[in-house]
């Protein structure tokens, strides 16, 4: 789970170094380099690429695009930290959503783990003078598309592989990154630059990769809190590489959300 969020935090840098490209040229290119893995694991195994469940499938790539690229949108109006973690609201939505599609129960106290959480996000924004309101709602925007990505990835269920969900997820991705990249191809990139775009791809897989293994290896309680030192990591290299500045209330408010949000993963697993 460490290299999983060292993974994800050298995504997010890259993907703040890299704020000059539209978003949509980010969504493009870190989903072709993804495909560089998952096209050549299902064609070795022997496993269709199409999948048994195509309507859900495709939903579940249209939301998980939606989600990365209002992500990337987010980042050029706020600093990086204060995004990762505002993104970490997801969970709270796929609960909201999975009660509204899959007729989910929610226990009294996790409503009050999720008031924690929101809570936090009120002192950031209300404590933290540089968070852009435009940006704000865009990382709020993602992390629902986010957690709709979840009820529909429990929708899916075992009836398809994992690679296939990931696979759809990064074709649509690249097709919808590429067309709209055409309408706003703000930047071209040199040198150096083509290595840096097509190493979101690789990051995010191996991100994913090694949080998928965690999972497996252990029980989900004792790995899951570890997923947010992704927040942590990305808050301190962003404070060293980019200069950013967190008030104190600021950093109580982010501690506040992911303090709500491993509450309730603990109660679920429990």
Same mark, same amino acid.
């Given at each position: 789970?460490?290299?999983?969020?060292?993974?994800?935090?050298?995504?997010?840098?890259?993907?703040?170094?890299?704020?000059?490209?539209?978003?949509?040229?980010?969504?493009?290119?870190?989903?072709?380099?993804? %495909?560089?893995?998952?096209?050549?694991?299902?064609?070795?195994?022997?496993?269709?690429?199409?999948?048994?469940?195509?309507?859900?499938?495709?939903?579940?790539?249209?939301?998980?695009?939606?989600?990365?690229?209002?992500?990337?949108?987010?980042?050029?109006?706020?600093?990086?930290?204060?995004?990762?973690?505002?993104?970490?609201?997801?969970?709270?939505?796929?609960?909201?959503?999975?009660? %509204?599609?899959?007729?989910?129960?929610?226990?009294?106290?996790?409503?009050?783990?999720?008031?924690?959480?929101?809570?936090?996000?009120?002192?950031?924004?209300?404590?933290?003078?540089?968070?852009?309101?435009?940006?704000?709602?865009?990382?709020? %925007?993602?992390?629902?598309?986010?957690?709709?990505?979840?009820? %529909?990835?429990?929708?899916?269920?075992?009836?398809?592989?994992?690679?296939?969900?990931?696979?759809?997820?990064?074709?649509?991705?690249?097709?919808?990154?590429?067309?709209?990249?055409?309408?706003?191809?703000?930047?071209?990139?040199?040198?150096?630059?083509?290595?840096?775009?097509?190493?979101?791809?690789?990051?995010?897989?191996?991100?994913?990769?090694?949080?998928?293994?965690?999972?497996?290896?252990?029980?989900?309680?004792?790995?899951?809190?570890?997923?947010?030192?992704?927040?942590?990591?990305?808050?301190?290299?962003?404070?060293?590489?980019?200069?950013?500045?967190?008030?104190?209330?600021?950093?109580?408010?982010?501690?506040?959300?992911?303090?709500?949000?491993?509450?309730?993963?603990?109660?679920?697993?429990?």
């Amino acid at each position: 789970m460490i290299l999983s969020t060292i993974s994800f935090t050298v995504m997010n840098l890259l993907v703040k170094y890299l704020e000059g490209f539209s978003a949509y040229q980010l969504v493009f290119f870190r989903s072709i380099g993804t %495909l560089f893995f998952t096209m050549p694991f299902l064609l070795h195994h022997k496993i269709p690429i199409l999948g048994n469940q195509k309507k859900w499938l495709i939903l579940r790539g249209l939301a998980g695009v939606t989600s990365m690229g209002l992500f990337f949108m987010s980042v050029e109006y706020l600093k990086i930290g204060s995004a990762v973690s505002l993104r970490y609201l997801s969970p709270i939505f796929a609960t909201l959503l999975a009660v %509204l599609f899959l007729k989910e129960k929610v226990k009294h106290i996790q409503w009050l783990f999720f008031l924690i959480a929101f809570s936090g996000v009120l002192i950031i924004k209300g404590f933290d003078t540089e968070i852009n309101s435009f940006g704000l709602l865009l990382i709020v %925007l993602s992390a629902l598309f986010s957690g709709f990505v979840y009820v %529909l990835i429990n929708k899916i269920g075992l009836r398809d592989h994992p690679v296939v969900i990931v696979n759809y997820f990064m074709w649509i991705s690249t097709v919808l990154g590429g067309i709209l990249s055409i309408f706003q191809w703000t930047k071209t990139p040199q040198g150096t630059e083509w290595a840096l775009l097509l190493s979101l791809g690789v990051f995010g897989y191996f991100g994913q990769l090694f949080m998928t293994k965690a999972f497996q290896s252990q029980a989900t309680n004792k790995v899951v809190s570890l997923k947010y030192m992704e927040v942590i990591f990305t808050m301190i290299a962003g404070v060293f590489i980019f200069g950013d500045n967190y008030p104190i209330l600021s950093v109580l408010g982010t501690v506040m959300v992911i303090t709500g949000l491993v509450l309730n993963m603990f109660y679920k697993s429990k």
